[in-house]
Structure formats: structure tokens, C-alpha cells
């Protein structure tokens, strides 16, 4: 779920900006209200009702207040004018036109352009089965897990926007490879995002386990345009493969 650039990952309860590849931890608090914004998208949501789903939690209305500022703050300047405060009523997260804003990178497309991507997908597949290779442990999917089935594990890029998955796609079938070549996978679920040019990697990576959720992230600067330092050894340093 897509507000502007900025990806609501309710499960990781992250923001995550896919140009730049930041990502803002939500709150309890931070997690209800953009749950319920996202949810009721294009009505209005009462302080009230917010307050009331936290109980028996004391929640003010200064606390969802708060809450908002921040999520606003994290969003900029332009994206934060779609969560609008009503007077005397609640919060009201506003619904862009399809082509500035979208949940799938497929909605803002016209019947031609879907058809020429479709296409375009098509060949690349049919590219990547006879000239790339890979491990029968490997499947893919789209628009964005890749499974690594053998391990438990799955690599899940997450893509801005339709041109930004035809230019890096293959990219980060290259980095299942290598991660699918590791003795053992050390997560269960890898998030990467690339900022608009490439040179910024945000990895965010994922357990859940009987005693508990365990997370780490990272940001690779200066990752140059063919990501070749990520190999066996790089994967090894930065607690990819055990």
C-alpha cells in the first residue's frame, strides 16, 4: 500500500520510502492510525474511534495528534497533503489520481500500455529461461517475490514504479542467485529497495520464531551500477548466509 512514493509495510509496522530507500519504525499508535487511514482511504476517521481501539491503552487525542505529525513529517512535503486534518472530526487520507498514486504498479497503465508491458514481461521471461542462470531452487513470481524454496526463504524487491521493475528486476534475480548459492539462508524474508538511480540498496530482513520477531536493516551507499561487490563474501560479512 502506496502513499506517494512511501510504502506502508504493515507487517515489518514500517514506512519505507522507496526513492530514498528511508524507513520510519511506526509506534503502536503510529501503526493504528495508518491502518485505519489506509483502510477507510477517502472517508473521514473520528479521533475518537482511533482513541476508542487502543483500550484499555489511554490514548488522547494530543497522542493520535502526534502520531500524525510524524507520519506527515516522514512523508514530505507533497505526499503529506493527502492526510488532511478535519476540524471538530477526525483524519481523512485522500485518494491521488491513479497515475500520481497506486497500490500496483499495473493500475496507472492504459489497456496499450498494459498490453506492451505484458509484452515486454513475456520476452523478458522467455530471455531469462533460455540465457540466464539460475538453480532449480529458484522460482519467480510476479510482481515481486522471489522464492527460494529449498531454504524457506524469500527475496521480496519492492519497486516505486512499473519503469523502475523493468530497469532493476534482473538485478535482484542476480542477488537471489547468490543468495540461493549461500549454505544457509540466515532469513526468512530479505525486503530490498533501490533509490531512482540505483546507487542507494535499503536491505530490511525478517524472522518470525516462537519467542518473537527478529528484524535488521541496512543501507548500502555508493552501491555503483552493477552491484558487483555482492558475492558469496559480501553475503557472509553482512549476515546473509550462516
Not at 139 to 165: M, R
Not at 217 to 223: G, M, Q, S, T
Request: hydrophobic share 45%; aromatic share 10%; charged share 20%.
Amino acid at each position: 500500500m502506496f502513499i506517494g512514493p512511501v510504502r506502508f509495510d504493515i507487517e515489518l509496522k514500517q514506512l519505507v520510502n522507496t526513492d530514498t530507500a528511508q524507513t520510519l519504525n511506526l509506534s503502536n499508535i503510529e501503526l493504528l492510525v495508518m491502518s485505519h487511514l489506509m483502510s477507510a482511504r477517502g472517508q473521514v476517521v473520528s479521533t475518537e474511534s482511533l482513541c476508542c481501539k487502543l483500550i484499555p491503552q489511554v490514548v488522547t487525542a494530543q497522542d493520535i495528534a502526534l502520531a500524525i505529525t510524524n507520519i506527515r513529517a516522514f512523508l514530505g512535503a507533497e505526499s503529506a497533503m493527502m492526510i488532511e486534518v478535519v476540524t471538530n472530526q477526525g483524519y481523512l487520507l485522500h485518494t491521488k489520481a491513479r497515475a500520481q498514486m497506486h497500490n500496483s504498479p499495473y493500475e496507472a497503465l492504459s489497456i496499450k500500455q498494459f498490453s506492451l508491458f505484458l509484452v515486454l514481461g513475456i520476452l523478458l521471461v522467455v530471455f531469462l529461461a533460455t540465457h540466464f542462470k539460475t538453480t532449480p531452487n529458484i522460482s519467480f513470481t510476479l510482481p515481486e517475490k522471489i522464492l527460494l524454496e529449498g531454504k524457506t526463504s524469500k527475496l521480496v524487491p519492492i519497486y516505486s514504479s512499473s519503469e523502475q521493475k523493468l530497469v532493476f528486476e534482473d538485478k535482484f534475480r542476480q542477488i537471489a542467485v547468490e543468495i540461493d548459492a549461500c549454505e544457509q539462508v540466515a532469513w526468512q524474508e530479505i525486503y530490498v529497495s533501490t533509490s531512482k538511480m540505483g546507487d542507494i540498496l535499503h536491505f530490511v530482513m525478517h524472522n518470525s520464531a516462537k519467542k518473537g520477531k527478529e528484524f535488521r536493516n541496512f543501507k548500502v551507499l555508493r552501491a555503483g551500477s552493477d552491484w558487483a561487490f555482492i558475492d558469496q563474501l559480501w553475503l557472509k560479512e553482512a549476515g546473509f548466509c550462516e
